[in-house]
């Protein structure tokens, strides 16, 4: 019997240490073999692993890093403010009535193959996006726009209307065409699943390599049209614990963070050599009503939602301040208007005086005098037109930092005002189910738009009921004003418009812009400098709306290749040699190991 | 004979549980709310156009049923399917994580039940020794302790105090060779410690309760009445018997092992299946899930098969009953 034991128990162990050693061996060919001596590497930690390598399907954060380093834009976000900088185009020119613009391409451009990169990859990519309808970049295209290539490096721009549309500019990135043809006019499916590692782009690094949920790497590419970086390659590694992350910056194992929640500022902030950097917000944090109306739904919102009285007192009973400090550690400002405040330009800054405030005392006496009295004395409302109780169903994104905290001090507040709440938490695939079928009262998501307003605004339009729209509010002069704003060629009268949306949207109240939250990154300040921040010094250092930063990056002292916590290989020999010593001692006295110093 | 149909007919009900699982995986996630290619409408700035678009280049909006038959088919060729995110052949995800899973949790489990055993074994025989009460008490206190928080525990020492280990992943992108070996050890020490200990516990304790049973039949009296010296008492009565218990706890959790350790993989951001299923439930990827699923519910059946077959060959009173 004991042999039999023995027998199994040996073939069971013999199989699988097999295994193991089959494992470390065949997972070992998976990872590149790239020597590193010499090479001037930055090591960034990360919480989102990239979601595709395709330019055609990015998604979030870590797809837009990898694109904005491999390719090059039209023109491209400056550092400053996000206006359009000189890229592939060195300028545009516009002819009297913005119909047509001319732009001058750099010559000599290569793609990181070595092929020629010409004014006929621009007007390739274009028609690719158009044709092909990519959703990412399609509405960078209004009215039909038609491209001329007179020569290689002459690229036109041929609008039916007059169109600022080139000097937004569009966020599309260029791509080769000798690579991309062959699957022009394909399905949207087949475009998206094309694998790109290695890519081939014109930036200045190129994604090399991708371990799903492990890592990427970005090399130089030897092509690049610009100043040569000093960084030779870029590895981010995909961390899901962000304690840990945080630890591996203080160690030494990575040189800088890309995202970080705010509950974990504390950690980062007074620790020596390191820096945190609070970035500028371009999203922001929404509490919208719904006016129902959607196609299709069943469900009939709270109707007290429709009275403006009721709608401003519930703005009025938010502590937004609270919000900022409690869910958010005081990394981000209170919200007021719908175009974020990275867009320093369009973004409408209402004065603290001229905000409706934090005021519960005010917005009790509002709804007093709008009627919605406690005829029962149970602590809600009811509604004088239908006798009900004003009660709501919001439900809150859990995906979104913050939304569910913020949720939990809102339903409190509302309690203050007599309105009862019921906070439903729900990940992003249960909030668009929501979205869609209209069936909440008021949610808590976010927005976050482009550098140029014209989409945020776009998204509160009425006939983006049922599409964009988060609860279908519907309001003639808003859509008046979108569409001023959307046809006015001349900057400044256009800033002026955009300023008045969103005042007139603010008023409207059909949601509330809780806060603007930052997203956080951290750095080493002993291992690199010239960290360019976009937009402006508050801005992301790590690129997001251009590369900036990585054409300027400088190892600080020597060549930094990163410390690395670990036990060095000689201690490994000596404790397997201890182990097998104990395994030959105990099995010459014919005895069981002895747990004793396990 | 006897046993080779016992045999087939274990197999044939493998099979069967096999495909009510595959059923039940296809419709459980499809009935959830939400749509894995309408979730892209925030972020990608998907018009309800693109959804059906894309839902239609996916083969998403054919009825369940049709679904249904494809799934059945690409299975029965061994076709996975692909992400609905990446595009990338989910035998390629699933391929690439699976041995990383295996090495962590794999190790660990046996790790824990030979430890475990042998605690449980000298507990149980020494029973009220010193030696007893304390891997008794330690045992529970493991087998209490959240593993998650054991993991940060581990971390915040071996890590944050000392840098004696890294603090998380599975490998630095650039080494080869011993090198690599080096580093793969030094990323893998600290999750499976914290493996290892997290499930030690469990084995000790049942190893225990089944020596302290055993020794009290009447075969133990027997033999000791024969004059047979302590030491092979113990060797050839009490363990072997009161080793089956314990086996069959260690066949079946083998059979968990491809499940993932998605606390601990967490904690130490290691690329295994537990991580990969938590994200394809959360973007609604499909043939992900489906994947994963797949893979660890044939591992648990046929863990359940072998548990079976050897338990059998390893008690001959099971046999012939």
């Known amino acids: 019997m004991r042999s039999r034991i023995r027998n199994v128990l040996t073939a069971t162990l013999g199989l699988l240490f097999a295994a193991t050693i089959a494992t470390a061996a065949s997972a070992q060919t998976a990872t590149p073999a790239v020597s590193s001596d010499g090479d001037v590497v930055l090591r960034v930690g990360v919480i989102a692993d990239l979601d595709t390598d395709n330019v055609f399907a990015v998604s979030a954060g870590s797809d837009y890093t990898v694109a904005t380093s491999e390719y090059d834009m039209l023109l491209k976000f400056s550092s400053t403010d996000l206006t359009a900088a000189p890229e592939l185009a060195t300028g545009c020119d516009h002819n009297d009535d913005y119909t047509t613009w001319t732009c001058q391409i750099r010559p000599g451009l290569k793609w990181s193959d070595g092929q020629p990169l010409t004014s006929e990859d621009i007007a390739f990519t274009y028609r690719f996006v158009i044709d092909n309808k990519i959703p990412q970049y399609k509405s960078y295209f209004p009215s039909d726009p038609t491209f001329e290539t007179p020569n290689p490096t002459t690229f036109i721009w041929k609008a039916k209307e007059p169109t600022f549309a080139p000097s937004m500019p569009p966020w599309v990135y260029i791509v080769p065409e000798h690579i991309w043809a062959p699957y022009d006019g394909k399905d949207l499916k087949t475009i998206r699943d094309v694998s790109q590692t290695p890519g081939v782009g014109s930036g200045p690094f190129i994604l090399s390599s991708w371990t799903p949920g492990q890592s990427f790497v970005m090399d130089r590419n030897p092509y690049y049209w610009g100043p040569t970086p000093a960084l030779d390659r870029i590895e981010y590694r995909v961390y899901t614990n962000q304690e840990a992350m945080i630890q591996a910056l203080k160690n030494g194992e990575i040189d800088a963070i890309d995202g970080l929640q705010p509950s974990l500022i504390n950690s980062v902030q007074n620790s020596p050599n390191v820096a945190l950097q609070k970035v500028v917000s371009d999203w922001w944090l929404n509490l919208a009503f719904n006016f129902g109306g959607q196609p299709g739904s069943t469900y009939t919102p709270l109707p007290a939602l429709h009275d403006l009285v009721v709608r401003k007192a519930i703005e009025m009973s938010i502590d937004k301040e609270a919000i900022v400090q409690k869910v958010y550690q005081g990394a981000a400002t209170t919200g007021d208007t719908i175009v974020r405040p990275a867009s320093a330009y369009w973004h409408l800054d209402i004065p603290a005086d001229k905000e409706f405030g934090y005021n519960p005392t005010t917005a009790n006496q509002m709804l007093d005098d709008a009627g919605y009295l406690d005829t029962n004395n149970d602590g809600i409302r009811e509604d004088p037109n239908t006798g009900q109780p004003l009660e709501m169903r919001i439900p809150a994104s859990t995906d979104t930092t913050g939304a569910e905290e913020a949720g939990e001090l809102i339903v409190g507040y509302l309690k203050q005002i007599g309105i009862k709440a019921d906070l439903l938490p729900a990940t992003d695939a249960k909030m668009n189910d929501y979205w869609g079928s209209g069936n909440f009262d008021a949610y808590i998501w976010y927005w976050s738009g482009d550098p140029d307003p014209n989409y945020q605004l776009f998204v509160f339009t009425s006939d983006q009921c049922g599409a964009w729209s988060d609860g279908c509010w519907k309001d003639s002069h808003f859509d008046k004003l979108y569409e001023e704003q959307h046809t006015e060629m001349d900057q400044t009268t256009r800033q002026t418009l955009v300023k008045q949306a969103q005042q007139y949207e603010y008023d409207q109240v059909p949601g509330v812009v809780l806060a603007y939250p930052n997203w956080l990154e951290a750095y080493r300040t002993d291992r690199f400098t010239g960290w360019v921040g976009q937009p402006g010094p508050d801005g992301y250092l790590l690129p997001t709306y251009n590369y900036d930063t990585w ?29 097998v010593g104990i395994v030959v001692v105990v099995m010459r006295r014919g005895r069981k190991i002895e747990p004793d110093e396990a | 004979m006897g046993s080779r149909r016992y045999l087939l007919s274990k197999c044939l009900q493998a099979v069967v549980t096999l495909w009510f699982v595959l059923t039940f995986n296809f419709f459980l996630f499809r009935v959830l709310p939400g749509d894995p290619v309408g979730l892209l409408a925030r972020s990608e700035h998907f018009t309800p156009e693109d959804v059906a678009r894309l839902q239609h280049d996916q083969g998403l909006d054919l009825p369940m049923l049709e679904q249904y038959g494809v799934y059945l088919k690409n299975v029965a060729t061994g076709d996975l399917g692909e992400s609905l995110r990446t595009g990338i052949p989910v035998r390629e995800l699933i391929g690439s994580r699976i041995w990383k899973t295996v090495l962590l949790v794999g190790l660990g489990t046996i790790l824990a ?199 059998g060959y390893l008690d001959p009173r099971i046999k012939q009953a």
């Open chain 2, 113 to 311: 039940s030979w430890f475990g055993v042998l605690i449980g074994i000298r507990g149980g025989w020494r029973r009220g020794s010193r030696f007893d009460t304390t891997s008794q008490y330690s045992s529970l206190v493991l087998y209490a302790m959240p593993e998650g928080w054991l993991g940060m525990l581990l971390l915040l020492v071996f890590s944050g105090w000392l840098h004696w280990f890294p603090a998380g992943g599975y490998a630095s992108v650039d080494e080869t060779g011993v090198a690599y070996l080096v580093d793969l050890l030094d990323h893998l020490f600290l999750p499976l410690l914290t493996l290892t200990l997290g499930y030690i516990g469990g084995y000790a304790i049942v190893m225990r309760s089944s020596m302290i049973e055993t020794i009290n039949e009447d075969f133990v009296h027997t033999a000791r009445a024969k004059g047979v010296p302590e030491r092979l008492v113990r060797r050839k009565h009490v363990v072997p018997n009161a080793f089956l218990p314990s086996f069959t706890l260690i066949i079946l959790s083998f059979g968990f092992v491809l499940g993932g350790a998605i606390v601990i993989e967490t904690v130490y951001s290691w690329p295994g299946l537990g991580l990969l299923t938590y994200n394809a439930i959360n973007t609604l990827d499909y043939p992900v899930i489906q994947g994963v699923f797949l893979i660890a519910s044939a591992a648990v059946i046929v863990a359940n098969l072998l548990a079976d077959i050897t338990y």
């Open chain 1, 551 to 579: 054409l300027s990056l400088k190892p600080i002292g020597e060549t930094s290749s990163g410390g690395s916590s670990g036990i060095p290989g000689w201690v490994w020999l000596v404790a397997a040699l201890v182990i």
